[in-house]
């Protein structure tokens, strides 16, 4: 018999049951083709109906499970619900989703080479494939961070810790103030990088079609001066899946001799569709880039790809040391840890890996193209209705839409409409002043009959 303060951590009788109620709970829940879409609940509905769970005693397993399945759960929005369009959902496949349940069951620690060498050899193989389609050279490498913008954020801070080496060594002064250059168009997260950082964000003008080019990036360096110490390029805008020049950006910042980062947390998983695989052309300049296969790589959160041209630039800004540490940190192992902010980390590649190991990449490869062909095949249905106008022509797998005469309140009163039916989740986007609907279909059981039928429900008012 365990004695009692083990009991918790034991498996007693009272833990088979529970692992089964849990087990199957979410056999259940995977098993819903769809789950329901669900909701948001008030705060008042939420302390009268799930107070009262955290006490001295404890509820029990199958009350404290009850309490989530019943009030929890459907309070929370179905991401992988083929009407979530909202933002950018999340669609893992069955194999990463089971997969998760794997990594926590096995308890791996991701964050070094002596504790999880198995599981890190896995990630990186998962990461040597990406590095390899986006055209980076063998002897990168990288990590699985938490999300995008830990991501671009580590990547950014590993492009000024070797801006500052390299100043040093030759001799250079270090400027008062560090910049980077981003369009108007890049992602949030840039700006609350350059917050943490204590750094400028110079930005550049986008072209008529949204996208960054290399002059517009020359012409921000003037403003920039001596601390300009990287340009990012977006592969797929979060907004309208806009893929800046790649090539043209990339050269810009050779010429200016500084570090090139690609941002493609969303888009750059594009590149698997050998029909718009052109868009990214000149991506193999990055020194840098991220994608989230949480985001279009049908994995669960959280789950960012950061990968290095030269890693060792990314230990040398990242690693750190500790009295505790050190018998890490000095045996020359690759300690994931080392190439982002993080030190901690869950294995949170090993469902990609599983994934991908299961059904192999071309079920990606089509899956993705699926999604863009859905993409155009919903735009070619708005371009027939008079009453609605394309934002822009979708690239990628974003639409973005207007209807005419629609006001915000109109697009909002429709959207929670739609989901209090449980139809879709479509919140109200807007470009230049001007509030749209946003279609992100990342989810391959999303298809134009359903969107169809978002779209026929504007008409009901
Ligand atoms: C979503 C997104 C991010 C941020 O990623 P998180 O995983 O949400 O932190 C950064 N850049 C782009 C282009 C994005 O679409």
């Known amino acids: 018999m365990p004695n009692s303060a083990a009991k918790m951590h034991s498996s007693t009788p009272a833990t088979k049951t529970l692992r089964d109620q849990v087990l199957n709970y979410a056999r259940e829940r995977m098993e819903l083709d769809p789950a329901p879409l669900d909701g948001p609940q008030t705060l008042k509905y939420l302390k009268a109906h799930a107070s009262g769970t955290i006490s001295e005693k404890g509820l029990g397993g199958t009350k404290a499970l009850k309490v989530f399945e019943e009030v929890l759960a459907p309070a929370c929005i179905s991401t992988d619900h083929p009407g979530y369009l909202s933002f950018i959902p999340t669609a893992p496949t069955e194999a990463a989703t089971l997969f998760d349940l794997v990594v926590s069951a096995t308890s791996v620690y991701g964050g070094s080479w002596l504790e999880g060498s198995g599981a890190v050899f896995a990630e990186n193989e998962v990461l040597a494939w990406l590095a390899k389609e986006v055209g980076l050279p063998k002897t990168s490498g990288g990590v699985f961070v938490q999300g995008g913008s830990l991501g671009n954020l580590s990547a950014l801070v590993t492009a000024r810790h070797s801006a500052i080496q390299e100043r040093k060594s030759a001799g250079k002064k270090i400027p008062k103030r560090w910049c980077i250059i981003a369009s108007t168009e890049s992602h949030s997260s840039l700006k609350a990088a350059a917050r943490v950082m204590d750094i400028d964000v110079i930005p550049a003008q986008v072209d008529e079609e949204g ?151 071309a079920a990606y490869r089509n899956a993705i193209a699926e999604n863009n062909a859905v993409a155009q095949k919903i735009a070619a249905v708005i371009r027939k209705r008079p009453e609605l106008t394309l934002v822009r022509e979708p690239e990628l797998s974003i639409v973005v839409f207007e209807k005419q005469g629609w006001k915000l309140s109109d697009y909002e009163a429709w959207s929670q409409r739609i989901l209090m039916e449980g139809l879709g989740f479509v919140t109200p986007s807007s470009h230049q002043g001007k509030p749209n609907a946003r279609f992100a279909i990342v989810n391959p059981r999303t298809d134009v009959k359903l969107l169809t039928q978002i779209i026929d429900s504007m008409d009901n008012k």
């Open 211 to 361: 996208r960054l080019r290399g002059k517009a990036v020359l012409k921000a360096a003037k403003k920039a001066g001596k601390g300009l110490f990287a340009v990012v390029a977006t592969a797929g805008t979060t907004n309208f899946g806009i893929v800046d020049r790649l090539d043209e950006v990339g050269l810009a910042a050779k010429e200016l001799g500084v570090w090139y980062h690609i941002d493609g947390a969303y888009g750059l998983a594009g590149i698997l569709d050998p029909k718009v695989k052109q868009l990214f052309k000149g991506s193999k300049y990055a020194d840098s880039f991220i994608v989230d296969p949480h985001k279009w790589l049908f994995t669960p959160f959280d789950c960012c790809a950061l990968v290095y041209r030269n890693p060792k630039l990314a230990s040398d800004a990242h690693t750190q040391h500790g009295e505790y540490l050190d018998t890490l940190t000095d045996g020359g192992e690759f300690n994931p840890s080392d190439y982002a902010y993080n030190l901690t980390r869950r294995a949170r590649g090993l469902p990609l890996w599983f994934s991908i190991a299961t059904y192999g990449v």
